[in-house]
C-alpha cells in the first residue's frame, strides 16, 4: 500500500470525480460526502508521502511499470513533498468551509460543481506529483480547463473574465508545450530527470535558450506575473466564493512551484544562474511586479478585488526571491508558496464567510462588520498580520528570508520593494479595518453597554477558518523545522 | 554571569494573554474585573519571584523556539528588562483599580474589549522586557502596536479614526520601514541577533554602515518619540485616560525607550559606540527633542496635550542618558524609566480624576479646582515636583546622576539643555497648580465644598503620589538594578 502513496493521490481523486458527477443525477446530497471522502485520502496520502521523503529523500513512482524516460514516472522529493501537503491540505479545508456558500449560490448545480471542484484539484497535484514535463502539461490543462468552468459559473460579468483568462490561459500553456517541444526536438526526453541529466553539453545551443524564453514566458502568464497579469484580477473578483477561495491560494502558488522546478530540475541552477545572465533583469522586473501590485491594490474599493491586486503583488515576491540566485531568496520563495497559499486560503474564506451573511463585498458593505461577526473578522486581522508580515505570522518569517536573500545578493531594489508593499499591506488593510469597525459612526459616550447583535456565519464556515488563522500562527512559529528539516534538502546544494 | 534556565518569564508572557478567554466570556462586570485583577496580581507576583535570582547576579533564560537558524524566539530576564517589567507590572495593578473608576464613571461603551486589548497589551510589554534577542523584541514591539489601537481609538468617532491613523502610521511605519531592515542587515552583518554585553555589531561594520543601522533604529523605535517621530503621542491622547496613563506614559512610550536603549547596549555596545564616537549625534537628537518637547509643553492649553509634550522631553532624558555613555549618565538614564513612570502616570491619573468629576479637559477651565479636589491637586503637585526634578521627589535621583554622568563624560552643553528643561517644567506646571490653589474667589470657577472623583479614582493616584516620594528615599530594588545593569555591560 505504502509504495503507491503518489498514484492514489491522483487516482482516488479522478476516480472520485466521475463518482460526483453520477451521484449528482442520483441524489445531490451525496457529492459533497464523496468529495471530502476523496480529498481526505490524497490528504492522507500526501502528508504520508512527506514522512517518507523524510526517509527516503526521493519517492519515485513508475506508472504501470514502465520505466523512465519512456514511462510516466511520479517523482516526489522535498520540494514537491511540500507542496502536496499544501494543497491537499487547503483544498479540504476550503471545501468543508465552503459548503454552505455553495448551496446558497447554486443548489441546483451541487453535482457539477464538485466534480470540476475535484478534478481541478487532481489536475494540481498531478502537476505537483509528476516527474515528466509532457504529462505536466496534460494536468496543467484539466487544471486550467476545469478552473475556467468553476470562475463561469459566478454572476454577473463572471463569463467574460472567464473568457479573458481562458484566451490568456490557452496561450501560457501553449507557450509551455511549444518550450517542451523544442527540449524534446534536441534531447529526445520528454522526463524532468533526464533532460538535465542531457542538457549540459546542450548548454550552449540556440534551441535550449529558445525552449526555456518560451517555457518561463508561458508558466509567467499563467501565474500571472506582471505585466501578464490582466487576466487575474477580475477572473478572481467575479468567481463564486467557494471557488475564489480554492483558486486564488493554490492556483498562482503551484505555478510558482512548476516555475522553480524548471529552474531547479529541467534546466538546473548552473544553466539558468551562470550560463544565461538574467537573473537581474527578472528581479527588476519582479520589483515592478511588487510595486505596481501594491499600487494598483490601492486604487481598488472592492475587497475581493483588492484582495486579488495582492496575489499579483506576492507573485513578485516569489519569482523574484526564486531569481536572487541564492540560498536564502530560494528558501524565501518556497517557504512563501506554503505561507501565501495558507494566507490567501484565511482572506479568502472571510470574503465567503461575508458574502454568506451580507451578499456583497464591496467596501460599503463591509460597516459594523466586527460588531456582527467578531469571529471572522478576527481571523481576517490574522490574515492581514501574516500579509503586511508581522510577527509571529507565517508570513513575516517568508518575507524575512526574501530580505535576506535581497540583502546578500546585494539587491537592494528588491529589498525596497518588500518593505514598500509591507507598508502598502498596512494601508490597505487598516482601510478596510477602519470601515468595518468605525462606520456606521454612532454616539458611544455615556453609552454602558451595546445590545450589539452578532450574526455569525454558521460554525461549519466558521471553524474551518479559525483553524486556519490559528494555522498562520502555528506555522510561523515552527518554520525554523520546516526549513531545517524540508526547504534545506529541495534546494541543491550548489546554490549557496 | 551565569544563567538558570526557567519558563517564569514565558508565564510571565502568557499570565495575561490566557485570561483574555476569561474576560470575554465573563457574565458580569464585577466577574470581569477580578479576572483583571487576578492576571495582574499572578503578573506581579511571577516579575518579583524572579527579582532575588537577578540581584544575586543570574540571568533566568527560556527558549520557546527556534525560527530561524542562530535566532530563536527566546526570552532573557537581566537586570534592565527586570527593572522594566517591575515598573510595568506593578503600575498595570494600580491602573487596573483607576480604570474601573474611570470607565464605570463615564459609562464607556465595549469595556470588556478594553480590559482584553488592555491585557494583550501587558503581555507584549513584559514580552519586550524579557526578550533574549532582537527579532523577539521586534514580535512583541509589534503586537504592542496592534493590541493598543483599539484602545487608543476607543471612542470609535472621528476623531478616534484620525489619530488612529496617524497612530499606526507613524509606530507600524517607522518599525517595518526602519528597524526591520536595520534588523535584517544586522543579522547578515553578524549572523546572530542575541543581545550581548559588548554587543554583537562589534567589529563588523564599517563606520558609515554602522552609522546609518543606528539612525534606523533610534529613529525606528518611534515609541520613544524622538522628534521629528513624536507627533503620534499628542494624538493618541484622545484615548481614555487609564490608556494614556499606563500605556503613554508607562508602557508603550518605554518600550520604544527600553528598545533603544537596549539596542544602543546590547547591539551596537558601548565600546562600538564610544570608539565611533556616536554619543554626540545621541546627546544632540536627544537635547533638541527635551528642549523642543518642553517649549510646545508651555503653549498647550489641554492639560491631556501639555502631558503628551512633557513625556515627549522626558522620554529623551532616558536616551541622553544612555547617549552619555558615562556610568553615571547612564544609570541616571535608566533609573529615570521607573521614576519618570510613577510621576507621570500620576499626573495622568490626576487629569483623568477632574475630567470624571467636572467634565474638564482644559487648564484654563481648572482654577480653583485645588479647592474643589485637594486630594487630586496635591498629588499633581507632588507629581510634577518629581517630573521637575526637585526633592522630596524620585526624579531628583535620575536628575542628579544625569548631572554627574554629563560632568563624567565632559558634555557641558548638557548640562545647559538640563537646567532650561528643568525651569520651563516648572513653568509649565506650577502655573496650574498656583492656580488651582490661589486664586481669588472672583476667579475661581467652581462653587464651594468638596467633591472629589470616585474613590477607585482617587486612591489610585494617592498611591502613585506616595511612591514618588518614597522613591528619594528608597530607590530600590530600581536603583540597584540599573547600577547592576551599568556595571555588567562597562565591565566595571
Known amino acids: 500500500m505504502s509504495q503507491h502513496y503518489p498514484a492514489l493521490l491522483v487516482i482516488v481523486p479522478l476516480l472520485s470525480a466521475f463518482l460526483i458527477s453520477a451521484a449528482g443525477w442520483l441524489n445531490k446530497r451525496l457529492c459533497f460526502p464523496i468529495a471530502v471522502a476523496a480529498l481526505s485520502v490524497a490528504c492522507f496520502s500526501s502528508v504520508l508521502l512527506l514522512f517518507q521523503v523524510l526517509d527516503e529523500k526521493v519517492v519515485l513512482y513508475k506508472l504501470g511499470g514502465w520505466s523512465p524516460p519512456w514511462g510516466i514516472a511520479y517523482s516526489v522529493d522535498y520540494l514537491n513533498g511540500l507542496v502536496l501537503v499544501v494543497v491537499s491540505v487547503v483544498a479540504l479545508l476550503n471545501l468543508i468551509a465552503t459548503q454552505r456558500n455553495v448551496e446558497q449560490e447554486f443548489s441546483e448545480k451541487i453535482g457539477a460543481f464538485y466534480t470540476l471542484y475535484i478534478l481541478f484539484v487532481t489536475g494540481l497535484l498531478g502537476i505537483v506529483v509528476t516527474g515528466d514535463a509532457f504529462n505536466l502539461y496534460v494536468l496543467l490543462e484539466i487544471a486550467s480547463l476545469t478552473g475556467y468552468g468553476l470562475i463561469a459559473m459566478g454572476e454577473n460579468r463572471a463569463p467574460l473574465a472567464t473568457l479573458n483568462y481562458l484566451y490568456m490561459g490557452t496561450i501560457g500553456a501553449s507557450f509551455y508545450l511549444l518550450g517542451i517541444g523544442y527540449l524534446y526536438i534536441v534531447t529526445g526526453s520528454l522526463n524532468m530527470a533526464d533532460i538535465s541529466a542531457i542538457l549540459p553539453s546542450l548548454y550552449h545551443s540556440k534551441t535550449v535558450l529558445a525552449a526555456f524564453v518560451i517555457c518561463i514566458v508561458g508558466v509567467w502568464l499563467k501565474m ?273 | ?252 512610550v518605554k518600550v520604544g525607550v527600553f528598545s533603544v536603549v537596549r539596542v544602543l547596549t546590547g547591539v551596537f555596545g558601548i565600546n562600538l559606540l564610544i570608539s565611533f564616537d556616536f554619543g554626540p549625534f545621541i546627546i544632540f537628537v536627544a537635547s533638541a527633542t527635551i528642549l523642543v518637547g518642553s517649549f510646545i509643553a508651555l503653549s498647550q492649553d489641554n492639560l491631556k496635550r501639555l502631558l503628551a509634550f512633557s513625556t515627549i522631553a522626558q522620554l529623551s532624558y532616558i536616551v541622553l542618558g544612555v547617549g552619555l555613555l558615562s556610568p553615571q549618565g547612564m544609570t541616571g538614564g535608566m533609573v529615570h524609566i521607573a521614576m519618570h513612570a510613577f510621576g507621570k502616570i500620576t499626573l495622568f491619573f490626576c487629569a483623568g480624576a477632574i475630567f470624571v468629576a467636572t467634565g474638564k479637559r482644559n487648564i484654563s477651565e481648572m482654577i480653583g479646582i485645588g479647592r474643589r479636589m485637594p486630594v487630586t491637586m496635591t498629588a499633581f503637585f507632588i507629581a510634577s515636583l518629581s517630573i521637575t526634578g526637585l526633592p522630596p521627589c524620585g526624579g531628583f535621583i535620575s536628575k542628579w546622576y544625569l548631572v554627574l554622568g554629563s560632568l563624567q563624560a565632559h558634555q557641558m552643553p548638557v548640562l545647559f539643555v538640563l537646567l532650561v528643561s528643568s525651569l520651563l517644567n516648572a513653568a509649565y506646571f506650577m502655573p496650574i497648580v498656583y492656580k488651582a490653589f490661589f486664586c481669588t474667589p472672583q476667579e475661581a470657577m467652581f462653587e464651594k465644598g468638596v467633591k472629589e472623583a470616585p474613590a477607585f479614582c482617587v486612591v489610585p493616584l494617592v498611591i502613585t503620589a506616595l511612591i514618588s516620594m518614597v522613591l528619594l528615599f528608597y530607590p530600590q530594588p530600581f536603583f540597584g538594578l540599573a547600577d547592576m545593569m551599568v556595571k555588567s555591560i562597562t565591565g566595571g
Open chain 2, 1 to 252: 554571569m551565569e544563567t538558570i534556565t526557567s519558563i517564569k518569564p514565558l508565564l510571565a508572557v502568557l499570565v495575561s494573554l490566557c485570561v483574555v478567554p476569561l474576560l470575554m466570556s465573563s457574565r458580569s462586570p464585577n466577574v470581569r474585573e477580578a479576572w483583571t485583577f487576578v492576571a495582574a496580581s499572578a503578573k506581579f507576583l511571577i516579575v518579583a519571584s524572579m527579582l532575588p535570582v537577578v540581584f544575586n547576579g543570574f540571568e533566568i533564560v527560556y527558549t520557546v523556539a527556534e525560527v530561524i537558524p542562530g535566532v530563536a524566539i527566546k526570552f532573557r530576564v537581566d537586570a534592565l528588562g527586570m527593572l522594566f517589567a517591575l515598573v510595568s507590572s506593578s503600575l498595570w495593578i494600580v491602573t487596573s483599580v483607576y480604570s474601573i473608576g474611570y470607565m464605570r464613571g463615564l459609562k464607556e461603551h465595549s469595556q470588556t474589549r478594553y480590559f482584553c486589548f488592555f491585557a494583550l497589551a501587558l503581555s507584549a510589554t513584559i514580552g519586550v522586557a524579557f526578550s533574549a534577542n532582537l527579532l523577539t523584541l521586534y514580535l512583541f514591539y509589534e503586537m504592542l502596536s496592534f493590541a493598543t489601537y483599539p484602545l487608543v481609538t476607543h471612542h470609535q468617532d472621528e476623531e478616534a479614526r484620525s489619530s488612529g491613523r496617524k497612530y499606526l502610521l507613524y509606530i507600524v511605519g517607522t518599525s517595518i520601514g526602519f528597524v526591520l531592515p536595520a534588523m535584517l542587515i544586522s543579522y547578515n552583518l553578524s549572523g546572530t541577533l542575541e543581545f550581548s554585553r559588548q554587543g554583537f555589531l562589534a567589529g563588523t561594520g564599517s563606520r558609515g554602515l554602522t552609522g546609518v543601522l543606528l539612525v534606523l533604529i533610534v529613529f525606528g523605535f518611534a515609541k520613544a518619540a524622538i522628534m521629528p517621530f513624536h507627533s503620534w503621542l499628542p494624538a493618541a491622547m484622545v484615548a481614555p485616560t487609564p490608556v494614556s496613563a499606563l500605556l503613554h506614559a508607562v508602557a508603550v
Open chain 1, 224 to 496: 500571472a506575473f506582471f505585466p501578464l497579469h490582466a487576466w487575474l484580477p477580475n477572473a478572481y473578483t467575479y468567481a463564486p466564493s467557494a471557488v475564489s477561495s480554492l483558486i486564488a491560494p493554490l492556483m498562482t502558488k503551484v505555478i510558482i512551484y512548476v516555475m522553480i522546478r524548471l529552474m531547479l530540475t529541467v534546466f538546473t541552477p548552473k544553466y539558468i544562474f551562470s550560463t544565461l545572465n538574467v537573473s537581474d533583469s527578472i528581479v527588476w522586473i519582479a520589483v515592478i511586479a511588487i510595486v505596481m501590485g501594491a499600487i494598483l491594490a490601492l486604487g481598488q474599493r472592492n475587497l475581493k478585488k483588492m484582495l486579488a491586486y495582492i496575489i499579483v503583488a506576492e507573485v513578485g515576491y516569489m519569482v523574484g526571491g526564486a531569481w536572487l540566485g541564492n540560498r536564502a531568496g530560494m528558501t524565501g520563495a518556497i517557504l512563501h508558496i506554503a505561507n501565501d497559499a495558507l494566507m490567501t486560503l484565511c482572506v479568502f474564506l472571510v470574503v465567503g464567510n461575508i458574502v454568506y451573511k451580507v451578499k456583497g463585498y464591496a467596501f460599503e458593505d463591509l460597516k459594523g462588520l466586527f460588531r456582527k461577526m467578531p469571529f471572522t473578522m478576527g481571523a481576517f486581522v490574522v490574515g492581514a498580520m501574516s500579509i503586511i508580515g508581522v510577527p509571529p505570522t507565517c508570513g513575516f518569517f517568508s518575507k524575512w528570508y526574501l530580505i535576506s536573500g535581497a540583502i546578500q545578493a546585494g539587491h537592494y531594489g528588491f529589498m525596497v520593494a518588500l518593505l514598500f508593499s509591507s507598508l502598502v499591506n498596512v494601508i490597505l488593510f487598516f482601510r478596510v479595518i477602519e470601515i468595518s469597525y468605525y462606520e456606521p459612526f454612532e454616539n458611544h459616550h455615556g453609552q454602558e453597554s451595546h445590545p450589539g447583535k452578532i450574526a455569525e456565519a454558521p460554525l461549519t464556515m466558521l471553524v474551518p477558518l479559525l483553524i486556519v488563522a490559528a494555522g498562520l500562527v502555528v506555522v510561523g512559529v515552527y518554520t525554523g523545522d520546516i526549513v531545517n528539516h524540508i526547504i534545506e534538502f529541495a534546494i541543491p546544494k550548489g546554490i549557496v
